[in-house]
């Protein structure tokens, strides 16, 4: 997989010693420590009811923050594109009310100092883990990088995409697996269990896992969630929606609240037996 000689080069982003791992913050707490860490929400932000049930419920369950896609990369350009900069403000307000750290995907290099006036984490989706005249604009943001692994992308890629913003200054990565392109067309993408371990093993930078993304069934989340924290992932990335028949889009993949709730009863389970916390 990872060749010794072929490491070297994500010289930043390898791991240097057994116990010396990267912590970055989230709201009051640190990812990567042995907390678990859940942030959960809407696919994309609808309206600022929306976002703010979504909100006030995720909290309630236990996530440190709030996902919602504000500019949207959809595969279809007749697809609904997100809400842009005013998502981003309901957000913002939504953090106001329930004190939950701000996550939402960056597309253009030109909005970073506007993603960085509402949003605690941004994120750098599938389609762009290797666009890296993205990754060097958005390395220059003061806050966190949640990057994605790339869906048709090997774990050495992604590790070198980490190394580009390491490079550039910003410590504070986030790595995600969301799930590969296989020959499978039963669930939309493969959930690669082995990258949790691999990428805990390779690098020192925190690592989640996003069973929604990785299933594209709903059915399947609650279960995938729990096998990644069994693996050793530090947290999770759900999506979470009020009412996942009207989303506009991801509603196939996305929890309702109270499977949200579930999910979370489960994960504290599964945590408590590998030495973990929730
Ligand atoms: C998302 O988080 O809604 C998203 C678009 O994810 P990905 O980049 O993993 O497809
Ligand atoms: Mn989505």
């Known amino acids: 997989m990872i060749t010794e000689e072929r490491s070297s080069s994500y010289k930043l982003a390898q791991r240097k010693a057994p116990h010396i791992d990267t912590f970055v913050p989230i709201q009051k707490e640190k990812l990567g420590e042995n907390k678990i860490l859940v942030i959960a ?5 609808e309206s600022k009811q929306q976002i703010k049930e979504i909100a006030h419920a995720v909290k309630e369950a236990g996530a440190v923050a709030l996902r919602g896609g504000a500019f949207k990369p959809r595969t279809s350009p007749y697809s609904f594109q997100g809400f842009g900069a005013k998502a981003l403000e309901w957000m913002a307000q939504a953090r106001e009310e329930t004190g939950l750290a701000i996550v939402s995907e960056i597309m253009d290099p030109n909005l970073v100092p506007m993603f ?18 993205l990754l060097k604009a958005v390395a220059q943001s003061k806050n966190p990088i949640l990057l ?6 090997t774990l050495e890629e992604y590790l070198l995409a980490a190394e580009y913003l390491l490079l550039e200054g910003n410590t504070k990565v986030i790595l995600c697996e969301r799930g590969i392109r296989t020959f499978e067309r039963h669930t939309r993408n493969t959930f690669d269990i082995n990258a949790i371990p691999a ?7 925190p690592v989640l896992a996003d069973p929604s993304h990785g299933t594209g069934k709903w059915q399947y989340v609650e279960a ?3 096998g990644a924290i069994a693996a050793g992932a530090d947290g999770l990335l759900v999506e979470v929606h009020s009412d996942p028949d009207k989303a506009l889009s991801d ?5 309702t609240i109270p499977r949200f709730c579930s999910l979370m009863k489960q994960v504290k389970k599964i945590a408590k037996a590998v030495d973990r916390s929730v």
């Open 224 to 226: 995938i969630a729990r």
């Open 251 to 255: 509603g196939e993949q996305s929890l």
């Open 199 to 205: 990428l805990k093993a390779q690098s020192h930078l």
């Open 41 to 45: 929400g809407p696919c994309s932000v």
């Open 148 to 153: 994605k692994r790339g869906m048709g992308n």
């Open 116 to 133: 960085d006036d509402y949003v605690d984490v941004l994120q750098i989706g599938s389609r762009n883990m290797q666009n890296f005249h």
